[in-house]
């Protein structure tokens, strides 16, 4: 038995990046890794753009709503990905940190949007190798 890896995608509205980062993960990670995201500055609502992307990847985006980093869970997350927020994402604790200089989709064409979901989605495979390389050194 496996215990899920624990990982939080952070932006500063949790309205693009760090939604379609969770969104993506749910759908390829299956029970491997257990995601969450939060914003420093949270929109109060998922942009648009990001959730028909996701749909067009068979995931319902509009389920989700924007939140703040106080309502994550208080964990030491496996791994922090931090996506473009500079100084305006505040410290996790975290085993690992990443940060993805991935333009934020806010004002961006649909198309646009869904260049930004296929980086995510790329840079996704490479946080999967970096905690499966994790979980064996343990």
């Given at each position: 038995?496996s215990?899920?890896?624990?990982v939080?995608f952070?932006?500063?509205?949790?309205?693009?990046?760090?939604?379609?980062?969770e969104?993506l993960t749910r759908?390829?990670?299956?029970?491997?890794?257990?995601?969450?995201?939060?914003?420093?500055?949270?929109?109060?609502?998922?942009?648009?753009?990001?959730?028909?992307?996701?749909?067009?990847?068979?995931y319902?985006?509009?389920?989700?709503?924007?939140?703040?980093l106080?309502?994550?869970?208080?964990?030491e997350?496996?791994a922090?990905?931090?996506?473009g927020?500079?100084?305006?994402c505040?410290?996790?604790?975290?085993?690992?940190?990443?940060d993805?200089?991935?333009?934020?989709p806010k004002g961006?064409?649909?198309?646009?949007?869904?260049l930004?979901?296929?980086?995510?989605?790329?840079k996704l495979?490479?946080?999967?190798?970096?905690?499966?390389?994790?979980?064996?050194?343990?």
């Amino acid at each position: 038995m496996s215990i899920k890896k624990q990982v939080l995608f952070v932006c500063v509205e949790n309205a693009g990046r760090s939604q379609m980062a969770e969104a993506l993960t749910r759908l390829r990670a299956g029970d491997a890794i257990d995601p969450q995201s939060a914003g420093s500055k949270p929109s109060g609502r998922i942009n648009p753009d990001a959730i028909t992307a996701m749909k067009e990847m068979g995931y319902d985006l509009a389920a989700h709503k924007s939140k703040s980093l106080d309502e994550i869970p208080a964990v030491e997350y496996d791994a922090v990905v931090t996506m473009g927020c500079g100084d305006a994402c505040p410290f996790v604790r975290a085993r690992q940190r990443f940060d993805w200089n991935i333009p934020d989709p806010k004002g961006k064409s649909l198309e646009e949007v869904r260049l930004i979901r296929d980086t995510i989605d790329a840079k996704l495979e490479e946080l999967y190798r970096a905690l499966t390389f994790e979980a064996k050194l343990k």
